[in-house]
């Protein structure tokens, strides 16, 4: 019974204490956006779903940067299915305990600015319309640990791409789930080394 109220409270301990440790200089974050949905804000918008793996390294506590990977399709009711890429860099901020104006939620979370640009496009089905060009994006999200070392997201972007292509520039305001893997630099060279 002791050894149950023990490791309860170690438990306990651990779901509710502030998220400090992985977003500390020298850390990597791995992981992306599994679900993503957005509203368009062009004539004719409908619906887009991707998945977009990120990486990242904190070059100091609290600021990552590193890179993203975005495909995807979407498409509106009476039209084409177009397919979407991109790859680029992407920054992240997360805001100290005192910077966020209330309290984290159970105080196991943090608020975080993400940012990124790169190239990109969208392509349809039939070939004629399409995009190429600079992709962009910007906005808030928040990070719920539910381990010290594994985070879920929940993140609202403006994204666009100032496109060379027959559609010109887009935009949209997308709202992105999914998690992210926070490894300290020996775990991850321990990962690495295993692997090989």
Same mark, same amino acid.
Not at 42 to 47: D, P, R, S, W
């Given at each position: ?15 509710f ?28 918008? !409908? ?5 977009? =793996?990120?990486?990242? /390294? #904190? *070059?100091?506590? $609290?600021?990552?940067?590193? %890179?993203? &990977? ?31 104006g ?30 190429? !060009? ?5 906005? =808030?999200?928040?990070? /719920? #640990? *539910?381990?010290? $070392?594994?985070?879920?997201? %929940?993140? &609202?972007k ?32 321990q ?6």
């Amino acid at each position: 019974m002791k050894k149950l109220l023990l490791g309860a409270f170690v438990l306990g301990a651990g779901l509710f204490s502030v998220a400090n440790a992985q977003i500390q200089e020298g850390n990597w974050m791995v992981g992306g956006s599994m679900a993503s949905a957005n509203f368009g804000l062009n004539t004719g918008a !409908g619906y887009n779903v991707q998945i977009m =793996p990120k990486g990242a /390294y #904190f *070059i100091k506590d $609290n600021v990552a940067v590193g %890179g993203y &990977v975005n495909l995807g399709f979407m498409g509106a009711k009476g039209s084409e299915t177009t397919y979407n890429y991109g790859a680029g860099a992407l920054g992240r901020y997360y805001l100290a305990p005192g910077q966020q104006g209330v309290d984290n939620l159970l105080k196991h979370g943090r608020w975080f600015l993400e940012g990124n640009l790169g190239i990109g496009g969208q392509s349809g089905t039939d070939g004629g319309d399409s995009a190429n !060009g600079l992709d962009y994006g910007f906005g =808030p999200g928040y990070s /719920y #640990f *539910i381990t010290p $070392n594994i985070g879920l997201e %929940g993140l &609202v972007k403006y994204t666009g791409n100032a496109g060379f292509g027959n559609r010109g520039t887009t935009s949209n305001i997308a709202f992105g789930l999914g998690f992210q893997i926070y490894l300290p630099t020996s775990k991850a060279k321990q990962v690495i080394n295993n692997v090989q």
